[in-house]
């Protein structure tokens, strides 16, 4: 019973490398969701998809893109990374939305030099 | 826009004393999830409050939904060290896509 799962744990990339952290969930969920965390700042939303083949900006997209070809996985490629980037980033899924508990991945804490 | 604020943002106790947090909607919420954070680890999904004036209970916490479905409250009996943690507050103001963060606060037990 894995839930959500997050690839890699840690990652430190360049100035101006680019990578995907990877997400995946076993639960069927339709919903599926990218945080980024940073001290003080609380949970700001990156990016989110309600089903296969949609998705839709959160509060703080600029220099991520996301796609949803399958229920089950949803990237989060980081263009150009920058130093404004470094944070630790969760992806949370639910069964429907978020009128349903969202269930978070263990987070992938991401280092830009 | 819409934001939730949640104070305290730090609450430090002794083990044994209460604690509580609460959280303010700018707009009318449909409900009000709660989630606690363990510090190094992941949201974790605590309860969601649906309905007006609703109370539930979760052993020694207590949670609460406004009258007016713009506030909530956290409040945590006897607190031990397994309750260090930040507990957050999210709220869905209608539209199932998106949530409204608080910020949460840090609670921190002394032994």
């Known amino acids: 019973n894995a839930g959500v799962t997050q690839t890699p744990k840690f990652q430190v990339l360049k100035t101006g490398q680019s990578m995907t952290l990877q997400c995946a969930q076993d639960?069927?969920?339709?919903?599926m969701s990218w945080y980024r965390q940073d001290p003080g700042m609380g949970l700001r939303l990156i990016h989110y998809s309600v089903g296969a083949g949609i998705t839709d900006q959160g509060e703080v997209p600029n220099g991520y893109n996301v796609s949803r070809s399958t229920t089950e996985d949803f990237p989060l490629r980081l263009l150009s990374a920058a130093p404004s980037q470094t944070s630790v980033y969760f992806c949370?899924?639910?069964?429907?939305?978020?009128?349903?508990?969202?269930?978070f991945g263990n987070g992938t804490r991401l280092t830009v030099t | 826009g819409q934001q939730v604020m949640q104070i305290p943002q730090y609450q430090h106790v002794q083990e044994g004393e209460d604690f509580t947090t609460y959280c303010n909607s700018s707009?009318?919420?449909?409900?009000i999830q709660w989630y606690k954070q363990r510090p190094g680890g992941h949201p974790v999904f605590l309860i969601q409050?649906?309905?007006s004036g609703e109370v539930k209970k979760q052993k020694r916490l207590t949670f609460q939904f406004g009258e007016a479905k713009k506030n909530s409250s956290l409040h945590i009996t006897a607190t031990q060290t397994t309750d260090v943690g930040t507990y957050f507050c999210a709220g869905n103001a209608g539209n199932n896509r998106k949530l409204i963060w608080g910020l949460g606060t840090s609670l921190a037990v002394n032994p």
């Open positions: 639960m069927n969920h339709e919903y």
């Open positions: 707009t009318t919420l449909s409900n």
């Open positions: 409050l649906v309905k």
């Open positions: 949370a899924s639910s069964r429907t939305g978020v009128n349903s508990p969202l269930h």
